[in-house]
């Protein structure tokens, strides 16, 4: 493993890959200053902007007729994919911190939630990006109080008396602790303790309302006392079991699916013992040789948000609008806002069967149609068939691309932009590609057709 | 590391026979493999996930504890479409009443499992893998049916879920389902000349297990995407269904069914029965289009002599609570109503009593017959294959088919 390798495999991991223009920046510097680099760039916390859209107050709204309001609710709604927009954007410039950005999608399939209204998503996603490297108790005391994972686990409806147990459920099951580890009892008595952390219709803030919270005894993980929603969290996260179920769901998401049990443990007791900081475990986790093996690189497949941002980074990819993020995403099986369930996305091999694999292999092709990088060969790609892909707004050039490989010598030119652009192994030398490659006549149409050759590639879908 | 050299998978896979990637010859591969026995018996399961509250479908409407749980949300007994004295359907379930009434319907009440769990992905697993309810599988039933235990399930197709990705139910340890939304969709997808380039490069060298599960699948798909599209050119359904998913997508079951494709088993899935608040109009809806997609089918597969060959199963992954929660919906519970459907079931009507809602386990009926019964019947009555083999356990055959 070359330095250079570990950059990229970094990269890849704290982030979506590196853009040609930081791939020649950073390919040379230090790992360990590069690390500290990308821990430093995510303290400045960036938040997704909001569309310009005037939400009326609640005044207003009440005294509107209820086919007025339904309206205004129709307009806010139908304005969350600009938030989608709006991150995805900010997740392929190099002007945000990579590492902010790929923590808090992290934390957006672990909290998997679906938002209806523009505005109580960015609000969620930008209170998970707050924490996304603080602490973990801050970040689940956020979520608890979260307007969407309010409406989404029917904490509204959990009221003093007529307990709704689903939030509950899913904080111990999903969240934090994981199953095997709590009671169908301590299920009711947590419900309990949540009752009454209710959402503001008017405000979409949270409000506590004493009058339907539950104040009585409860007994919960074998402690008794008047507990409420924080006590609650607390008790969870003094369990040692806690801390161990986080390592392991960051370690298969970072590191590899397979996972190895002493890693694990070291990550956990690190989270556990700095009082669940989550920013000194994953600095531990990017700081480990095992980190860097040979057994943990190229092994990882893609998410299509990986996919899409990291071919963005390369091609320098410019979404026109909420469209053309949202209809890759839909092609591709992973909607931001809109997880499949409260558990998220499963990933692995689960993001691929016959049918989304194809998608895969054929949006370099859609990405090059979109972007006018079609190229001058016998063997173009085909034109996309579906209306909605082949009208996606989308640009990008390949400026940057050429600036970067500009001083490679022609002979080399396909193992050079192998190296960059796939984590295993190919062997671009006669193969296709390279056939491809050499009906071009100038360097730039050369890298061009080895660009889509290897994005093309089952090997390009893992990182 | 595992590396499994693509070589090696080639070989191992179905297409060792053809002993090459063009398509033509894989063609020909399917059409021997389709003059094989049973080969006509279909089956298609219907999932409704979220957990369908199967007391308002199959409503007790003589029971006072039902009434008196759910002072809301009940099916008041004016509005259900009585079967016998005790039990009877929600207004909203057309579809089973006919085919209670034409004897093509065998509905089992009280289903479940021991220890019953009540999240959903869990259920959702258990019922997938066919596990016990502290045994964690990571292969599905179908997917283990799959694995070696069809004689004629070489085939990528053999079973198509008709979604954008696979469930667990249709994953085995060396096959899998196959994923298909629409099969112009798949065709094209499989025509652009890259995708056909990487396709018929070979490389000798080992791939990463998540590379080489990449190629394999890469190959699978491409030998069954033309076989399904040219099937399915074959008939065009002259019946109406209604619009909306369900209703597409057994409609595109139905015609290759009836264009008789290679494909034994269908998988198709409805969302939204966590009905948490305000249930009834929510599960009526769906409810409703079930049972107008679900007629259509009917009355299609019977015009073209194919009912009688088919036989469609309709789970969720558990029932709901029997008293009504606070926000007029009701919370995940445990024992539930199953439906099978065919023109050849040896039950039919209910095959068991209804609920007993005196004796409930924490709030929630008790089941009485396993699903894992279930399975086993449809497994060897009707697919004909070693079902303990699947099952890992002996279950006892329900004889309804």
Known sequence: ?463 | MKHISRRKFVKQSSFATAGTLLLPRFLNAFDQHSIQKNKNRKLVVVQFSGGNDGLNAIVPYTNDVYYKSRPSIAVPPNKVLKANDTLGFNPKLKVLQNLYDSGDVCIINNIGYPDPDRSHFRSMDIWHTASASNEFLSTGWLGRYLDGNCEDCQNPHHAIEVNDSLSLALKGAQMNGFAMKNPAQLKNTTRSKIVQAVAQHHHDHEHEENVAYLYKTLANTIASADYIYEKSKIYTSKVAYPKGKLGKELKQVAELIISEADTQIYYVTLNGFDTHNNQVNTQERLLQGYSEAMSAFVKDLKENDKWDDTLVMTFSEFGRRVAENGSRGTDHGAGNNLYLMGGKLKKQGFYNEGPDLINLEKGDVKYTVDFRNVYSTILKDWLKTEDQVVLRKTFKSLGFI
């Open chain 1, 1 to 463: 493993m070359t330095e250079e390798q570990k950059i990229q495999h970094l990269y890849w991991r704290a982030g979506f890959g590196l853009s040609p223009t930081a791939f020649q920046k950073k390919r040379k510097q230090p790992l360990n200053k590069i690390i500290k680099d990308l821990f430093k760039d995510a303290k400045k916390i960036q938040p997704v902007q909001r569309p310009d859209y005037n939400i009326p107050s609640w005044d207003v709204l009440k005294v509107m007729s209820k086919e007025d309001r339904l309206k205004k609710t129709r307009e806010i709604q139908k304005l969350t994919p600009e938030i989608n927009l709006n991150w995805v954007r900010q997740m392929t410039s190099d002007d945000y911190s990579c590492l902010q950005e790929k923590m808090t999608l992290f934390w957006h399939g672990h909290f998997a939630c679906e938002s209806k209204r523009f505005d109580y998503a960015a609000s969620q996603i930008n209170s998970i990006r707050q924490d996304a490297l603080g602490n973990f108790r801050d970040l689940v005391l956020a979520i608890s109080k979260d307007t969407s994972m309010i409406l989404y686990l029917n904490n509204q409806q959990n009221k003093k008396n007529k307990p709704n147990e689903n939030y509950a459920r899913e904080l111990m099951e999903l969240f934090t602790i994981g199953r095997g580890n709590y009671t169908e009892q301590d299920i009711k008595e947590a419900a309990r303790a949540f009752t009454g952390w209710f959402s503001d219709r008017g405000t979409g803030e949270f409000k506590f309302t004493e009058r339907q919270h539950d104040a009585g005894s409860k007994t919960f993980m074998g402690k008794t006392g008047n507990w409420n929603g924080d006590d609650i969290i607390d008790l969870i996260l003094d369990r040692k079991e806690t801390a161990t179920f986080l390592a392991t769901k960051v370690y298969r998401y970072f590191v590899n699916e397979k996972v190895k049990d002493e890693n694990v443990a070291l990550l956990a007791n690190i989270l556990y013992q700095s009082n669940y900081n989550i920013g000194t475990m994953m600095q531990t986790l990017f700081e480990s040789d095992w980190f860097y093996a040979k057994e943990n690189v190229g092994v990882k497949i893609k998410s299509p948000i990986e996919l899409l941002v990291g071919m963005g980074k390369v091609l320098n990819l410019q979404f026109g609008n909420a469209k053309s993020v949202l209809f890759p995403q839909k092609y591709l099986g992973q909607i931001l806002f809109k997880p499949p369930n409260v558990a998220g996305w499963p990933g692995g091999k689960t993001w691929i069967d016959n049918s989304t694999l194809m998608l895969r292999m054929n949006f370099a092709a859609v990405v090059f149609q979109r972007v006018e990088l079609a190229l001058e060969l016998k063997d173009e790609p085909e034109e996309p068939k579906s209306r909605q892909l082949k009208n996606l707004d989308i640009s990008g050039d390949i400026v940057a691309l050429t600036k970067a490989f500009s001083k490679v010598k022609l002979a080399n030119l396909g193992l050079e932009l192998e190296a960059y652009l796939l984590q295993t192994p190919f062997r671009t030398q006669d193969s296709f590609i390279e056939t491809l490659a050499k009906e071009a006549d100038t360097s730039e149409g050369q890298i061009k057709a080895y660009v889509l050759g290897l994005m093309s590639l089952p090997e390009y879908q893992v990182c």
